[in-house]
């Protein structure tokens, strides 16, 4: 089946073969792909509104094939499933304060569950930060740029790491992300110092005092050093983000 680049790399971190969940699923097309292509045998298409499970179930009955492995449930977060019902929730599209939110609700279905796909559109850092302190375990990161921006996508194993503090770089690009990223281009990174260095040129250019722009500076400065240590050739980010 044909999915969007994100949505692919989120079907193949699902683990195989084991009933998942996909939260928040909107349009459904993930938990059909992982149903029509026999990645699950069972898949719970589960959302918070009415009108995005409505479209989910059309797409799952246009798919008919889809319609014996996919179960559509209306409910907040992960309140339609039971304990031990599946083995990966997959919660993705959403602020990470709200994944957050939807995690700390019910550490009893997190914990009986063998993997988390978790995919924020904003704020990983308070994601990653809940991720550390409850005690779960990061086993992977991927990062994927679509339509010319990026989402990072965190694999979780609940309860199976021990407390970790990470710093405020690791909380906001990822310590995988970051342990792995060698010299080239960082992406994270260089698209916001791009648009650091952009927003204060626009404020110096309409005349702000450097005064004013302390905190942009010192954000500007504070991403120049991280790409020193990632060594970053100058130059190297010029377009991105
Ligand atoms: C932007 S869509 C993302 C759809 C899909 N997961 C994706 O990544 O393409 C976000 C969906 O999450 C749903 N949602 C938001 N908060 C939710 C919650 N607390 N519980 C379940 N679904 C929620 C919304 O109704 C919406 O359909």
Redesign the pocket.
């Known amino acids: 089946m044909d999915l969007p680049a994100?949505?692919r790399l989120?079907a193949s971190l699902v683990l195989p073969g084991q009933p998942a969940a996909?939260?928040?699923?909107?349009?459904g097309?993930?938990a059909v792909a992982l149903a029509l292509e026999g990645i699950c045998p069972r898949v719970l298409a589960?959302?918070?509104?009415e009108a995005?499970l409505a479209g989910a179930r059309a797409r799952v009955a246009q798919r008919w094939k889809s319609r014996r492995r996919v179960e559509l449930r209306l409910?907040?977060?992960l309140a339609p499933l039971a304990v031990g019902e599946v083995a990966t929730v997959?919660?993705?599209?959403?602020g990470g304060e709200?994944i957050k939110?939807?995690l700390s609700a019910r550490p009893d279905v997190v914990a009986a569950l063998s993997r988390l796909v978790l995919?924020p559109?904003t704020e990983p850092e308070a994601l990653r930060a809940f991720v550390a302190q409850a005690g779960h375990l990061l086993e992977d990161e991927h990062l994927l740029c679509e339509n010319g921006r990026w989402y990072p996508v965190l694999v979780v194993r609940p309860g199976a790491g021990a407390p970790v503090t990470w710093d405020d770089w690791d909380l906001r690009w990822g310590p995988l992300l970051r342990a792995r990223q060698g010299p080239g281009p960082a992406p994270l990174p260089g698209g916001r110092a791009t648009r650091a260095a952009r927003a204060l040129a626009q404020a110096r250019a309409g005349g702000a005092r450097d005064e004013a722009l302390a905190p942009l500076i010192a954000e500007l400065q504070a991403i120049e050093a991280e790409l020193a240590r990632l060594s970053m050739a100058p130059g190297a980010l010029k377009g991105r983000g």
Not at 22 to 27: A, E, F, N
Not at 90 to 94: F, P, T
């Open positions: 994100r949505l989120l996909d939260i928040g699923t909107d349009h097309m993930l589960c959302d918070v509104g995005p409910g907040d977060g997959v919660i993705a599209g959403m709200r939110g939807i995919q559109n």
